[in-house]
């Protein structure tokens, strides 16, 4: 039962300098401002606490992946990125045939069961082939109801959360058959009109898959899937603050414009995060990693990103001048907001009764330990 104390640590209701977090099995038991009620197990007066991050989009990482239906390959990826303080990873699957698309979400679903991961996410196969991206364009199809039961009866209650184009026949029936499921529906890869999105999201989408990246520009008379989603507040948006997915300028822009209550960044990692350049694939499309960027092997096409977590706060918690502010929007923005859009009410936040899942950072903002589950990361 470990009483931790830190010269920082951002609680549910705020930045506490300093404060600390009182663990017991799987769950905080205590947390507060000042000096802890007793003495600390652990003394961190000069590092940061935050909550364990929160990555809804992710194929995979230190050079496993998620795609190939391989339970040592997906608790490889999801050991690199807890090492990187995800401690919550929402595993997605890209576009793919019928049958490895089962194959890959009932592997999911055992490491679902087995607490590798949260659960699973659908990216594909209903996506448009006007902005694929890195899909495989030949496997894009519309939702009929046969294969969507197959999928949710494979997964038996893992699958989270499921992107789909709304302009595509059928998208209709399949957003209310997926939230009859309990699974969140998601928005992306997309030429839908802004009026299309408006209605998918009247029937209950509530988040946009990396907004602005592999979707219909926004443009001044024909707004498209964007603007619909960025001023609804029923929705969350995911962005991929890699700078490379999205110029920075537009990631405070859209903060600014929804709230960190609204967005979530996320990663799009692939397996070649954490490997440095080099040959590699997203499902069946070659994919070449140059100065850190992932694309489509011969053309500018970006294939999901190199990048952590970790990472993604580090650049999060430097906006704007107020350091507590910032922290406050970092952790919002990387844990309880993604949380949250996937209903997950005892992740993304440090409170009594929440998973004692936390990263220690240090005074450059790296991380220096993690908890998940109660447990120090070296006593996995």
């Known amino acids: 039962m470990p009483l931790i104390a830190a010269g920082t640590v951002v609680l549910e209701q705020g930045v506490c300098r300093p404060g600390w977090v009182h663990t017991a099995g799987p769950q905080v038991v205590g947390c507060g401002p000042g000096a802890p009620p007793g003495v600390p197990d652990v003394d961190l007066p000069d590092a940061v606490i935050v909550p364990g991050f929160v990555d809804i989009h992710v194929h995979g990482g230190g050079g496993a992946s998620y795609l190939d239906g391989d339970i040592s390959e997906i608790m490889r990826a999801a050991s690199f990125h807890r090492g990187h303080g995800t401690t919550t990873t929402l595993a997605s699957l890209i576009t793919a045939d019928a049958a490895d698309l089962l194959r890959g979400v009932r592997a999911l679903a055992e490491a679902t069961r087995d607490g590798a991961i949260a659960g699973i996410h659908l990216e594909g196969p209903w996506l448009s082939a006007v902005h694929c991206g890195a899909h495989d364009h ?83 008379r024909e707004p ?48 070649a995060a954490g490997l440095g350049d080099g040959e590699f694939r997203l499902g069946t499309t070659p994919v070449d990693v140059v100065d850190g960027v992932a694309r489509v092997r011969g053309t500018s096409t970006i294939a999901g990103s190199t990048a952590t ?65 109660g447990s120090w990361l070296a006593d996995d």
Request: hydrophobic share 50%; aromatic share 2%.
């Open 138 to 220: 030949t496997q894009l199809r519309d939702p009929v109801p046969a294969e969507m039961d197959a999928l949710l009866a494979a997964g038996d209650g893992a699958i989270r959360m499921a992107t789909l184009a709304p302009e595509r026949s059928g998208s209709d029936a399949a957003i209310a058959r997926l939230v009859d499921a309990g699974v969140v529906v998601a928005l992306g890869h997309t030429d839908a009109s802004y009026q299309q999105t408006r209605r998918a999201i009247d029937l209950g989408a509530t988040v946009g898959t990396h907004l602005f990246n592999a979707m219909r520009p926004l443009h001044h």
């Open 224 to 271: 498209g899937p964007a603007l619909a989603l960025l001023e609804d507040a029923r929705v969350t948006v995911e962005l991929i603050a890699d700078g490379v997915h999205v110029h920075p300028a537009v990631v405070h822009a859209t903060t600014r414009a929804a709230g960190a209550d609204r967005v979530a960044l996320v990663t799009d990692a692939t397996a």
């Open 309 to 373: 977590m970790d990472r993604l706060f580090r650049t999060a918690a430097r906006f704007g001048s107020d350091p507590d502010a910032a922290l406050t929007a970092a952790v919002g923005l990387t844990s309880t907001t993604p949380a949250r859009a996937l209903g997950l009410d005892d992740a993304g936040n440090l409170r009594v009764g929440a998973q004692a899942n936390l990263v220690v950072l240090d005074g450059d903002l790296r991380v220096a330990a993690v908890m998940a589950h």
